[in-house]
């Protein structure tokens, strides 16, 4: 997984932290929860808050 597959992280971070409220969690823990996944290994110095943000959007979306 690459830092550019939103839906997938979403889905993962959904999966791997089901009582987690998106709308309520830091950018820093984002970050290093999308750092955890399984099957990511893109370079993390390539994330940005743009990228972060996509990402908290799509697990809202994907909760919802």
């Known amino acids: 997984m690459k830092w550019t ?3 997938d992280i979403a ?3 959904s999966e791997a932290h089901p009582d ?3 709308l309520k969690l830091n950018f820093v823990d984002l970050r290093n929860w999308v ?3 399984p ?5 993390p110095g390539r ?3 743009k990228i972060l943000e ?3 959007q799509a697990w809202i979306d994907e909760v919802n």
């Open 5 to 7: 597959d939103i839906n």
């Open 11 to 13: 889905i993962g971070l």
């Open 20 to 22: 987690q409220d998106p």
């Open 35 to 37: 750092l955890a996944l």
């Open 39 to 43: 099957g990511f290994d893109d370079d």
């Open 47 to 49: 994330c940005g808050e």
């Open 54 to 56: 996509a990402i908290q």
